[in-house]
C-alpha cells in the first residue's frame, strides 16, 4: 500500500495523469468525508423558535455591468434564546450557495426551506455543546447522497481506468 501511494506521488510529480487523478480522488474522498460527517452532526442537532430579522439574496462580490453576471449568495439574520441565553444567527444552509442571476432560483429554492411557525418567527436549528452554531436549514438526506457520490465516483472512475 505504502509503495503504490509512493508511486502515485511521483507520477503526479512528473504530470502523468493516473498520479494526478489518483491524489484528486483521495482529495474528494477527503473532503466529502468531513462534509458528510458534519452534516450528519448537524442532522442531530436540537431546534427552537426564533425571531427572524431579515432573509435575502444579497449581491456577492463586486457590482457587475452585465446583470447576468451579478453573483448573488442568501442572508439572513435572526435571534433565539437557548435556557436564559440569547443569541444571533446570520448563517442559513451549510451548503454555502453562490449563484449568477440567471440561477437565483436555486438560492429561492434553498430560502423557501426555512421553516416559519408563524410571521416573523424561524425554526434555529443549534448546536446543543455550542448553541452560538445555528442554521435554519438542516442537510437533508438528498444532500447527504449528493456529498457521498463526490466522495466515491472520483475514486470508482480513477479504479474503473487504472486498474
Do not use: H
Given at each position: 500500500?505504502?509503495?503504490?501511494?509512493?508511486?502515485?506521488?511521483?507520477?503526479?510529480?512528473?504530470?502523468?495523469?493516473?498520479?494526478?487523478?489518483?491524489?484528486?480522488?483521495?482529495?474528494?474522498?477527503?473532503?466529502?468525508?468531513?462534509?458528510?460527517f458534519?452534516?450528519?452532526?448537524?442532522?442531530?442537532?436540537?431546534?427552537?423558535?426564533?425571531?427572524?430579522?431579515?432573509?435575502?439574496?444579497?449581491?456577492?462580490?463586486?457590482?457587475?455591468?452585465?446583470?447576468?453576471?451579478?453573483?448573488?449568495?442568501?442572508?439572513?439574520?435572526?435571534?433565539y434564546?437557548?435556557?436564559?441565553?440569547?443569541?444571533?444567527?446570520?448563517?442559513?444552509?451549510?451548503?454555502?450557495?453562490?449563484?449568477?442571476?440567471n440561477?437565483?432560483?436555486?438560492?429561492?429554492?434553498?430560502?423557501?426551506?426555512?421553516?416559519?411557525?408563524?410571521?416573523?418567527?424561524?425554526?434555529?436549528?443549534?448546536?446543543?455543546?455550542?448553541?452560538?452554531?445555528?442554521?435554519?436549514?438542516?442537510p437533508?438526506?438528498?444532500?447527504?447522497?449528493?456529498?457521498?457520490a463526490?466522495?466515491?465516483?472520483?475514486?470508482?472512475?480513477?479504479?474503473?481506468?487504472?486498474?
Amino acid at each position: 500500500m505504502i509503495q503504490y501511494l509512493t508511486d502515485m506521488w511521483f507520477l503526479a510529480l512528473q504530470g502523468e495523469a493516473q498520479g494526478i487523478y489518483f491524489w484528486a480522488a483521495v482529495y474528494a474522498l477527503a473532503i466529502c468525508s468531513y462534509s458528510l460527517f458534519y452534516q450528519t452532526r448537524i442532522r442531530c442537532w436540537t431546534s427552537t423558535i426564533g425571531d427572524l430579522a431579515d432573509a435575502s439574496l444579497d449581491k456577492f462580490g463586486g457590482t457587475d455591468v452585465v446583470a447576468g453576471d451579478q453573483q448573488y449568495k442568501s442572508r439572513a439574520l435572526y435571534s433565539y434564546c437557548v435556557g436564559d441565553q440569547s443569541f444571533e444567527g446570520k448563517r442559513v444552509s451549510p451548503w454555502i450557495v453562490v449563484a449568477s442571476a440567471n440561477a437565483r432560483f436555486i438560492l429561492q429554492s434553498q430560502m423557501s426551506k426555512i421553516q416559519s411557525p408563524e410571521p416573523g418567527k424561524v425554526v434555529v436549528f443549534y448546536n446543543p455543546k455550542r448553541p452560538q452554531k445555528s442554521f435554519l436549514i438542516k442537510p437533508g438526506i438528498v444532500g447527504q447522497l449528493v456529498t457521498a457520490a463526490l466522495a466515491l465516483i472520483p475514486l470508482l472512475s480513477y479504479f474503473y481506468n487504472y486498474l
